[in-house]
């Protein structure tokens, strides 16, 4: 059923026409907010469909098992990072030791799942069919046989290819996993929603495909990918990639209600588990946020409400933190989300000033930042650069042209608001203006209800009239011109 009124000729109806108006309008508000939900409903469903466990197919969830070893009872870790002493492929920006403490700090995120031991190993390749050298091989051997705490391995690169995995668990007797198998794992863990948990799903995808060529490939073409386990990934893939479509329409239609409601909105980004939550908290005040003290605990895109100091509404957008050393397949869905952020109308990218890799962390986020604006074919979007936990980093160890800032304790927070501020009048075309109308007119109600009202004071020389300092946009000020002259 479908019910169309034509305003303009009910409103020259006259006091009649008001009356039909009045009397269906409560009808066509019902009528819009149930086609509203209905159309919510089945986008949710598509999705919510996509990812369930009884819709995934047996012969999909049996590869997925194989591939990623899911453990619901957790492990107890061995953790061995290794690196490239020397040569082009060798790390310049950072340290072994500082790559195991990430590796370490995964492995802590899992639920359940706890570090029993860890190691730096100095490679010359990554390439090697049984990755590490005959010396260390027996060394990691007789580290796992030894302890019986140890009921895995993470070898913290990339991929690992399948002949890799395979030796390596036929020696140690242990499941073997990667830095991609482990994020996996943690997005599966911190995925509530029907769209993360969907973002998740298409994640696993590029992992398995990778390491069913690899198998042909190191069997020298003896083991061919099965034409039945290509059916099933190519089923699932188009399933999820359909879902997605539908969740880039959803999320459009959000952005666009956003723009309507014409409320700027600023973008948290930064390295995962710098403080962006925390730092959302202290923007906002909302108590109602639980920042929590491990990676990717946001995997959504959540949107929360503040005031500037102009008190100008605006939107913040908290989003999933980046992580070095992880393919692009892996964070390629979560693509539609990270537009919500990169069309906002200013960004806000926070770092860890008092974490020992800072510096790495912080060109990985500023490369990822520039790749996916590229991509999206942003230009010149205003970036403030924020150094959070200043009051635990090292002395003088904050560049002077970074707001130093400490969100958990609020230090700094009101000079960051002033500059999101500058930033998001400029960024929007918005001014101060101050305007004198009438006190209680319709032209003074117009524009407190259009505008930002910052403040109203009477005239000093008619005491009827008031001034208002407003912050509004030349549209808005050519449409009260507009509402004066009518």
């Not at 190191?218 to 188009?238: Q, T």
């Not at 869905?333 to 962390?361: C, G, L, N, R, W």
């Not at 959070?388 to 700094?412: F, H, R």
């Amino acid at each position: 059923m479908s019910v169309i009124f034509n305003i303009s000729r009910l409103r020259h109806l006259g006091k009649s026409g008001n009356s039909v108006f009045s009397q269906f309008l409560p009808q066509c508000k019902l009528l819009f907010f149930k086609t509203l939900c209905t159309e919510k409903s089945q986008r949710e469903s598509t999705i919510i469909s996509a990812v369930e466990p009884g819709n995934v197919d047996i012969e999909y969830s049996e590869l997925s098992h194989q591939y990623f070893n899911p453990s619901h009872s957790g492990h107890g870790v061995l953790v061995l990072q290794p690196y490239i002493k020397w040569g082009a492929n060798k790390k310049r920006n950072t340290t072994p030791q500082l790559q195991l403490s990430e590796a370490e700090a995964l492995i802590q995120t899992l639920p359940n799942w706890r570090v029993i031991e860890s190691m730096c190993i100095s490679l010359m390749s990554l390439k090697k069919k049984k990755l590490l050298g005959k010396g260390n091989l027996e060394l990691l051997k007789n580290k796992v046989k030894s302890n019986y705490n140890i009921t895995a391995v993470f070898v913290s690169v990339n991929l690992l290819r399948p002949v890799q995995i395979t030796e390596l668990k036929e020696l140690l007797d242990v499941p073997i996993y990667d830095r991609y198998s482990i994020v996996i794992q943690i997005f599966r863990a911190h995925a509530r929603t029907s769209e993360a948990k969907l973002q998740v799903a298409l994640a696993e995808l590029p992992y398995i495909w990778k390491k069913l060529n690899w198998t042909t490939e190191d069997s020298g073409g003896k083991i061919n990918l099965a034409e039945s386990r290509k059916m099933v990934l190519h089923a699932r893939e188009s399933k999820l990639r359909n879902a997605l479509i539908k969740l880039k329409e959803h999320r459009k239609l959000i952005r666009s209600n956003r723009t309507m409601m014409n409320i700027p909105t600023v973008a948290i980004v930064g390295y995962t588990n710098v403080g962006k939550t925390c730092l959302i908290k202290a923007l906002t005040g909302d108590e109602s946020l639980t920042p929590e003290n491990k990676l990717f605990a946001t995997l959504d895109i959540t949107v929360h409400g503040g005031i500037l100091p102009c008190k100008l509404k605006c939107l913040y957008i908290d989003t999933i933190g980046f992580i070095q050393d992880i393919p692009d397949g892996l964070m390629e869905p979560f693509i539609a989300t990270f537009e919500d952020a990169m069309i906002a109308d200013v960004i806000v990218h926070v770092y860890d000033a008092s974490h020992p890799d800072k510096e790495a962390q912080l060109l990985h986020v500023r490369n990822t930042l520039t790749n996916i604006m590229t991509e999206l074919e942003i230009n010149n979007k205003p970036i403030i650069e924020v150094a959070n936990k200043c009051d635990v980093a090292p002395e003088n160890s904050v560049p002077e042209d970074v707001l130093a800032i400490s969100a958990i304790n609020s230090t700094g927070i009101d000079l960051l608001r002033r500059e999101i501020e500058r930033k998001i009048l400029e960024a929007t075309n918005r001014r101060a203006v101050k305007i004198r109308v009438r006190s209680g007119s319709t032209a003074a109600s117009w524009l407190y209800k259009e505008t930002t009202v910052k403040f109203a004071e009477a005239d000093p020389n008619n005491p009827q009239y008031s001034l208002l300092s407003i912050i509004a946009t030349d549209l808005q000020l050519l449409r009260f011109r507009q509402f004066l002259s009518e």
